[in-house]
């Protein structure tokens, strides 16, 4: 007789294999088990079902199920509550409500978790009145709300874009006995920077702080980037030194985010601080890691020392991407190496890469090389409004208006939305060169072509 034990040991063993995604190594295991006598059992399958909807697809979970069937075991609460969570994972609305309907149908009661899943897949179909009528569903069956109910509420709401609606339940709930967690306050500190509210995300922080919880790196970082996205770097830049104070470790994420504020701010020797701090620390160096210390060392003029960063990040396995390319182009352009900048894009070969193609026709324009520039632009596979905005800007500040307001006009025939300081740069240069005609035909023109795209 096979004990217990033996049945426990199968389903460490399948646990392992499903943790690592060797899926198939755990059905091998299966099948070697029946063999010798031992037996699977519901955790077994539970643990299969989980796996398969994670890693694979809902179909190849749900699957499962029908083996347990077979196999004459009853699915329980755990097996629904992982199918549920698979079909919410890839927004499968009509099978996460015929789960429920199928577990009900078989006497197995849902429980907290089933309805936490249904309410997330409902705000991340972007349903939620939906959602709030599950949240509803739950007090009326007489359900004790978990901590991970009114996160998920709250997270949805701010997701969906109701973060006043957020505020007025988190009040509520408040006073109602309910006690927010630290990850309750990200969610709602993150939902109102989001939503550019940084002073009420701000006092939010305040009350965190007074609710005896400590802020973590989390909390901070979504304020500090708030900060900088709304141009208040000195007090992104104060959230940062308090941070430090505290003794808080950082990632390379924190460490790029405030460097990409100093740069940006033209504070290149503090920026260059924070980086070689960075560098000394542990916080382990990613791809946005090198290239934000790439760009620092392009803005601050040291290329070979860009170039020496890159030879270590491709040492430790990274390769250079398309932001990495960029930057290292925009460096050489911005030393006035415009032939190294094109010999660098020729020899990478990156013609795809709109930013840095934008970048190069820019740069040629305003080092007295339109025609070049016209010969990158007519290489291109893809132009947004930025590549023909430059062009017919460095085209009116070289006088060549004709050429200017006949790019224009092909930009909007082509359907482009054109910036309208590009416009008004053809229509000044045209009147102040005194074609007053030429600029009448040119906007009924334009209206015409507008007319037809429409």
């Not at 939902?191 to 400590?214: H, I, N």
């Not at 013609?351 to 934008?358: D, K, Q, R, T, W």
């Not at 090389?369 to 460095?394: E, G, P, Q, V």
Request: hydrophobic share 40%; aromatic share 10%.
């Amino acid at each position: 007789m096979v004990s217990r034990s033996s049945t426990r040991f199968l389903n460490i063993c399948i646990a392992s294999f499903c943790k690592v995604k060797h899926l198939q190594r755990a059905e091998t295991v299966i099948i070697d088990g029946i063999r010798i006598g031992v037996l699977p059992d519901v955790v077994t399958y539970n643990t299969l079902i989980n796996a398969y909807s994670r890693f694979v697809s809902f179909d190849a979970a749900y699957s499962v199920l029908d083996r347990m069937k077979e196999a004459c075991i009853n699915p329980d609460i755990v097996t629904y509550n992982s199918l549920i969570a698979g079909a919410m994972r890839h927004c499968l609305l009509s099978n996460c409500m015929d789960l429920f309907e199928e577990m009900i149908d078989l006497g197995i009661k849902p429980d907290i978790w089933s309805y936490n899943t249904l309410m997330h897949c409902f705000f991340k179909l972007e349903r939620p009145d939906e959602a709030y009528r599950v949240f509803t569903d739950i007090i009326l069956c007489y359900l004790s709300p978990s901590q991970a109910t009114y996160n998920t509420m709250l997270n949805g709401l701010c997701k969906c874009g109701f973060v006043e609606n957020a505020l007025m339940l988190f009040r509520k709930l408040k006073r109602h006995g309910f006690v927010p967690s630290l990850v309750t306050y990200n969610i709602l500190i993150n939902g109102l920077c989001k939503a550019w509210r940084l002073k009420t995300a701000r006092w939010m922080l305040k009350e965190l702080g007074e609710s005896g919880l400590v802020p973590n790196v989390i909390t901070y970082t979504t304020v500090m980037r708030c900060c900088f996205r709304s141009r208040r770097f000195e007090q992104g830049f104060e959230i940062f030194e308090e941070m430090i104070d505290k003794g808080y470790t950082f990632d390379g994420f924190a460490y790029c985010t405030v460097v990409g504020a100093l740069v940006k701010t033209s504070r290149i020797e503090e920026a260059s601080h924070y980086m070689e701090r960075m560098v000394n620390t542990d916080s382990g160096l990613d791809m946005a890691s090198y290239n934000t210390l790439i760009n620092l060392y392009c803005k601050g003029s040291r290329l070979e020392m860009a170039h020496e960063v890159l030879d270590k990040m491709e040492k430790e396995g990274f390769e250079r991407d398309e932001y990495t390319n960029t930057i290292l182009m925009n460096g050489l352009c911005e030393e006035g190496d415009v032939e190294g900048a094109m010999e660098y894009m020729n020899t990478v070969g990156f013609n795809s890469n709109i930013v840095a193609l934008n970048t190069l026709v820019d740069r040629c324009c305003k080092a007295d090389r339109i025609d070049y520039a016209f010969k990158i632009f007519n290489s291109m596979n893809m132009r947004d409004s930025f590549t023909y905005s430059s062009l017919i800007h460095n085209l009116c500040k070289a006088g060549r208006f004709r050429c200017a307001s006949k790019l224009l006009l092909s930009c909007v025939r082509s359907g482009m939305k054109i910036l309208p300081s590009a416009k008004r740069a053809v229509f000044h240069c045209l009147r102040q060169s005194g074609h007053q005609r030429e600029v009448k035909r040119l906007k009924s023109e334009i209206k015409l072509a507008l007319s037809a795209v429409v």
